[in-house]
Nanobody, 121 residues
Framework: QVQLVESGGGLVQAGGSLRLSCAAS????????MGWYRQAPGKQRELVAT???????NYAASVKGRFTISRDNAKNTVYLQMDSLKPEDTAVYYC???????????????WGQGTQVTVSS
C-alpha cells in the first residue's frame, strides 16, 4: 500500500507565500507523474500543477507565474511553492501521484488527505 502525506498548509495574507510538501511512502517501485489539485467550497476539484518524473511541468492558467512545482525523486516528495497568493487561492489542496508499488505491474492513482490553504484579504 502507498500513502501520500501532505504538509505546509495554513493561513496567510494576500500577497504572501506558502510551501506545500507531499511525501509518498510504502512499497514504491516507481512514481510517474505527481501533482497538486485543489477544491474550494462549492466547486469541483481542479488541477493546479503536475510534474513528470523527468521534470516536465504543467500549470493551470490561474497559477502560472505565481506557483512553482518541483519534486525530489530520491525522497518521493513533491513540493508546491505558492507566491503572490490571492484570496481566490483558498481551497483544500490535494497531492496526487501515479505509483507502481511492489504488488502491482501497473501504475495506480493515489491521493493525499488534503491540506487547507486560506488566504485572507
Amino acid at each position: 500500500q502507498v500513502q501520500l502525506v501532505e504538509s505546509g498548509g495554513g493561513l496567510v495574507q494576500a500577497g504572501g507565500s506558502l510551501r506545500l510538501s507531499c511525501a509518498a511512502s510504502g512499497n514504491i517501485v516507481s512514481i510517474a507523474s505527481m501533482g497538486w489539485y485543489r477544491q474550494a467550497p462549492g466547486k469541483q476539484r481542479e488541477l493546479v500543477a503536475t510534474i513528470t518524473s523527468g521534470g516536465s511541468t504543467n500549470y493551470a492558467a490561474s497559477v502560472k507565474g505565481r506557483f512553482t512545482i518541483s519534486r525530489d525523486n530520491a525522497k518521493n516528495t513533491v513540493y508546491l511553492q505558492m507566491d503572490s497568493l490571492k484570496p481566490e487561492d483558498t481551497a483544500v489542496y490535494y497531492c496526487n501521484a501515479d505509483v507502481r508499488d511492489s504488488g502491482s505491474y501497473y501504475f495506480n492513482d493515489y491521493w493525499g488527505q488534503g491540506t487547507q490553504v486560506t488566504v485572507s484579504s
